[in-house]
């Protein structure tokens, strides 16, 4: 059973970043397709982001595709959004999932084929 669990999460100001950490407990990754989600107050789960443990498997949502990065250190059973260029609109919850996963490519849609979440971390972008 995995366990998840973000950090790195708070208040930021418009343009500024934050690097959002996974750390996984558990199995070892090898296995496992981690992604990033965020729910704004009012909205649906949205998936923004997903990693395997295939070199170039990274997939980015069109809304974040060139300001965020996704990453993971095997080492330390994490992984990273790495999240630049913020805007108000990026205020939401952002919670990591996890799946079982033998392919390259990964898919962060829809939320339902994730089967373990972490708890959840506020991301607030305001002057």
């Known amino acids: 059973q995995l366990q998840l669990v973000e950090s790195g999460g708070g208040l930021v100001q418009p343009g500024g970043s934050l690097r959002l950490a996974c750390v996984v407990s558990?199995?070892?990754?090898?296995?496992?397709?981690v992604a990033w989600f965020r729910q704004a107050p009012g909205k649906e789960r949205e998936g923004l982001s997903c990693i395997t443990k295939y070199e170039g498997s990274e997939n980015y949502a069109d809304s974040i595709k060139g300001r965020f990065t996704i990453s993971r250190d095997y080492a330390k059973n994490t992984v990273y959004l790495q999240m630049n260029s913020l805007s108000p609109e990026d205020t939401a919850i952002y919670y990591c999932?996890?799946?079982?996963?033998?392919?390259?490519?990964?898919?962060?849609?829809?939320?339902?084929?994730?089967?373990?979440w972490g708890q959840g971390i506020q991301v607030t972008v305001s002057s």
């Open positions: 558990g199995p070892t990754l090898d296995s496992y397709a």
């Open positions: 999932a996890a799946r079982e996963q033998f392919v390259r490519r990964c898919l962060f849609r829809p939320p339902s084929g994730y089967d373990y």
